[in-house]
């Protein structure tokens, strides 16, 4: 007997010690984010807009798992992108496989091929390759694919940018037409459009063009280091670009050369032929010429909604990745907001797996900026935010099931209704629905019950109406 009262006190104190653990506040991983109802409704508006118009434009939807083998996504970014892919401890006693010299080596890079196998996605893209050299046989080429998932990074959290977020990318692969690329703009405009956001400007340059560039100037051996630089210009400005190039070993002769770019404008048939004159000795520059011609004839004969279409030659977007044309687009002017979208053409995207001369071409629509871009502009409908069309009250147990056969018939005809579940004081019901912005609150009491008929109250007017109980459609018309 002395035992179990030892036990039982024994078991109290674990009790009273975890469960004051327990009552500490919960948190989440920094760079996450909860949402609320609203916020849930808003991003998926934009995604149903996003779906519908990839859908439109002939792509087809593909998924990927959450996770690769690690062997996948390592070195497909770059030391710096290397380094923010989540990796997965493998399942078990993953130490037991490391050797003790390389354990007491304390290097966690190369303890990791050994305790980890698996790695969170980085992006869309390279599992997109990855699908398309696993599948090929079973795909229809050109394949046309969209894709809406969420990604992680582990890059050090700040306003706009996350550790997990989601990426809506649009791809064609298999096809080197410059058609695809108009489609692209013309998919941006569309749905940009169709989001009430008007005067989004679609920002276009060519990777030959800046490889040209490079080459005319003398700078060929440091392209990258000048493209890096020159996509700065809008952020550091001309002197800042100038003394960023001077760093990087490229001469002052080679900077004077490329510094009619720096403040090249006009119109874009005006801005092509300057850059024909100065890429006239290129052969890939003047290519890139030419096919940014071929774009921007097209999209002018075939007109564009409400987007601008303008040439950025200081537009660089992952010069190491992209082979052609490059897409940036801005938020309306007046918006304090980085790209809300982006692309390109990429030749070789399948060869890092090994399969040669895929030729792809693919954008990404940056849903977190697009949402507080809406938010900013109040461009998200009115009513988006409604959760409920229409709530009865509940007055006991008889009223409610006659409530319940309403609600019943109204959800039949997609209105969203409900029944407060509880006959609880009215004053406690009707801030209910308050809080939950309900437009019309439905009163059917016992009188109401005994006449065959129910009132309808306007939250927001404080009007009452009554309909007897066969008039329900004109109810449901009346919505």
């Known amino acids: ?70 062997d996948t996504l390592m070195g497909k970014y770059g030391d ?72 992680w990074r582990a890059d050090r959290p700040q306003k706009g940018r996350f550790r997990e977020f989601y990426q809506c990318d649009a791809d064609v692969v298999g096809s080197d037409s410059l058609l695809q690329e108009v489609e692209l703009i013309q998919l941006y405009d569309t749905v940009f459009t169709d989001l ?4 989004v400007t679609i920002k276009l340059n060519n990777r030959k063009i800046l490889a040209g560039i490079a080459e005319v100037i003398g700078a060929k051996d440091v392209l ?76 002018t004969s075939l007109g564009l909604q409400s987007a601008k279409l303008v040439i950025d030659v200081t537009l660089a977007r992952g010069l190491n990745y992209y082979t052609g044309a490059i897409f940036e687009v801005a938020a309306p002017e007046g918006v304090s907001m980085g790209s809300i979208g982006g692309g390109g053409r990429y030749d070789d995207l399948t060869g890092i797996f090994g399969l ?27 009513a988006i935010d409604r959760s409920l069309d229409v709530l009865f009250l509940n007055f006991g147990p008889k009223e409610g099931l006659a409530a319940l056969k309403l609600t019943t018939v109204l959800r039949k005809q997609g209105i969203k209704a409900d029944l407060y579940p509880s006959d609880a004081k009215l004053n406690k019901q009707f801030k209910y629905a308050n809080n939950r912005n309900v ?33 329900t459609q004109k109810f449901i018309d009346s919505l």
């Open 80 to 151: 710096e992108g290397d380094r923010l892919i989540f990796k997965i401890l493998n399942s078990g006693d993953f130490l037991r496989k490391v050797d003790d010299n390389l354990y007491n080596s304390k290097d966690s890079n190369k303890i990791t091929s050994s305790i980890s196998e698996k790695a969170l996605r980085y992006d869309l893209t390279v599992p997109f390759a990855r699908y398309v050299v696993m599948h090929q046989n079973e795909l229809d080429f050109p394949f046309k694919r969209y894709q809406i998932q969420p990604v």
């Open 356 to 382: 040669k001369d895929v030729s792809g071409v693919g954008i990404s629509f940056g849903l977190d900026r697009i949402y507080l871009v809406l938010e900013e502009l109040e461009l998200f409908p009115e």
């Open 224 to 299: 990258i280091d000048f493209t890096v630089a020159l996509d700065k210009l809008d952020k550091i400005g001309e002197e800042g670009v100038k003394k960023e190039m001077l760093s990087k070993g490229i001469s002052e002769h080679a900077i004077a050369k490329a510094s009619p770019l720096f403040n090249l404008s006009g119109s874009n048939a005006d801005q092509l032929e300057r850059l024909e004159e100065l890429l006239k000795d290129s052969e890939e520059g003047s290519k890139g010429i030419s096919e940014l011609r071929f774009i921007m004839e097209t999209i």
């Open 196 to 199: 009430k956001l008007d005067g």
């Open 439 to 471: 437009p019309y609150v439905v009163l059917l009491g016992e009188e109401e019950l005994g006449n065959s008929s129910f009132i309808v109250k306007n939250m927001k007017s404080g009007e009452q109406q009554t309909y007897g109980l066969e008039e």
């Open 1 to 70: 007997m002395s035992h179990f009262r030892v036990s039982r006190f024994n078991l109290s104190g674990y009790l009273q010690t975890n469960l004051h653990k327990m009552a500490q506040k919960p948190s989440i991983p920094k760079g996450t984010r909860d949402f609320t109802p609203s916020e849930v409704v808003k991003r998926n508006y934009i995604f149903d807009i996003v779906k519908k118009h990839f859908q439109t434009f002939g792509f087809q939807p593909i998924e990927t798992p959450s996770f690769e083998n690690s």
